[in-house]
């Protein structure tokens, strides 16, 4: 970190930017150990390896997803991706550097259009946060190109988060600020950015909504957010399922709105769209949004809640997902053992023993329960999808109610403005008057 990002950011709790800096140790580069204390709220926000940690009482999800990243990652047959020259190879990995030929295409094409994005703007002298910056070479290539570069991930660990910018740092001359945070939670004061990007990482909330609006927050009044790289369901396609992916399995929250979900989650939150086209996946380019007027349009107006999934916006895709995985409650992986060496194998055996005879009582009951599970668990999924598509079908509707709704509350908001002025003009005249009758009362007195 260096002192310069304490123009920009604030306490993650308080939101407060009345911050003191710390300094333990620094380099020739940053701060590499400190603290800021938050002197709103008290908070102390440690600065560890150069990287400010802000990620303080974090949502059970975040703890959730960032210990399924590091399973699903750090693990023996991808060791190959722990080293420096494959970090430094990111995104165009070779053939020759992994086993995994069909990551080779993957991570290609979404170099390929993170790089052809970027020429659209000119990003030298520019504030930008990556959200989901992991392994750091997107933000790298940010700072390549002179953009004053920040990135936040909710993992540090080095080769899959913020702590591998080390790496970059070390073979290049160049520098960015690594922030450990919550995008439904940015620790960084309102119009911080010029822009906010984002490649394959919006789509790891089941409140997108919610990150939305903080991504908004933090954007200047001329600010952009660009989303490269995000999963999209086309309105004809049916939704795909993600439960045996896994992502999924490991606790990571993967949502996939349809295409017209997207568009009205980008405009509910307050943004206008500039751009948008679809490559591979869907990409986007937005921009605040000032010809609504908040106070005739708000959020919660039936238009939006039409327009957005009762699943995403109160967040129940989480718990259906959960449901679907944990539904089956048999436990055929449990192995009982123990850890004396004389008496352990005597000890196995009876414990064998019990457990089988248990089992013979608890076996049909559980088979019954997982049986009740699977059934209950098809019949929700099969709403849910009648659901969907019912509300899908409504949309014109709604929408057509709600445009209603806002023309006649428009107009009862002009009448109402014109009693007012005639009101005001009428206060105006006993005004008058009353000075009068006290100009003569004033003759009157003198005489």
């Keep these: 970190m260096k002192e310069e990002l304490m123009e920009i950011i604030s ?15 620094r380099d020739e580069r940053e701060i590499r150990e400190g603290e800021l204390i938050c002197r709103s709220c008290h908070s102390h926000i440690l600065i560890h390896k150069g990287i400010v940690q802000a990620l303080l009482e974090p949502h059970h999800k975040v703890i959730k997803e960032a210990k399924g990243w590091v399973e699903l990652l750090d ?6 991706e722990f080293t420096d020259t494959w970090i430094l190879a990111l995104p165009f990995i070779r053939k020759d550097q992994t086993p995994d030929q069909e990551s080779v295409k993957i991570w290609n094409q979404v170099g390929k259009n993170f790089l052809n994005n970027l020429e659209k703007f000119n990003w030298k002298d520019k504030k930008v946060l990556e959200i989901g910056a992991g392994r750091c070479w997107g933000v790298a290539e940010l700072a390549r190109r002179g953009a004053y570069a920040v990135g936040l991930d909710i993992l540090t660990h080095k080769y899959i988060g913020l702590e591998t910018a080390d790496i970059w740092f070390i073979a290049e001359e160049l520098y960015f600020e690594r922030v450990l945070g919550d995008m439904h939670k940015l620790p960084f004061q309102p119009g911080s950015f010029d822009f906010v990007i984002t490649t394959s990482s919006l789509h790891h909330t089941d409140t997108i909504q919610l990150a939305l609006q903080e991504i908004l927050r933090v954007l200047n009044e001329n600010g952009r957010a660009f989303f490269m790289n995000e999963p999209c369901v086309l309105d004809n396609q049916p939704r795909p399922c993600m439960n045996e992916s896994p992502e999924v399995q490991h606790g ?6 349809k295409y017209n979900e ?3 989650l980008f405009e509910d939150a307050g943004f206008k769209v500039e751009d948008v086209w679809i490559m591979d996946d869907m990409h986007v380019i937005l921009r605040k949004d000032f010809s609504k007027d908040y106070l ?17 916006r109160n967040g129940y895709l989480s718990d259906l997902n959960y449901i679907n995985l944990n539904w089956d409650i048999k436990n055929e992986g449990y192995q009982i053992t123990s850890h004396r060496n004389i008496t352990g194998p005597f000890l196995i055996k009876g414990r064998n023993l019990v ?8 076996d049909p009951i559980i088979s019954n329960q997982a049986q009740f599970n699977k059934s209950v668990t098809h019949i929700l999924n099969e709403i849910v999808n009648m659901f969907e598509i019912k509300q899908t079908n409504q949309i014109p509707n709604w929408a057509s109610l709600a445009c209603e709704e806002s ?9 109402v403005r014109q009693t007012i002025d005639e009101f005001r003009d009428r206060l105006k005249a006993r005004d008058e008057e009353i000075h ?3 100009t003569q009362l004033s003759h009157l007195t003198r005489k």
Excluded: F, G, T
């Design 296 to 312: 005739l349009e708000m959020p919660n107006q039936k238009e939006h809640l039409a327009r957005v999934p009762l699943l995403m």
């Design 11 to 25: 306490c993650p709790l308080c939101q407060s930017n009345d911050l003191e800096l710390v300094v333990n140790e």
């Design 436 to 438: 009068q009758l006290k």
């Design 252 to 257: 990571i929250i993967e949502s996939r709105p």
């Design 407 to 415: 023309c006649d509350l428009r107009n009862e908001l002009k009448m």
């Design 355 to 362: 457990h089988s005879e248990v089992r013979r009582y608890i």
């Design 75 to 80: 693990v023996p047959e991808k060791k190959y």
């Design 262 to 264: 997207w568009i009205a």
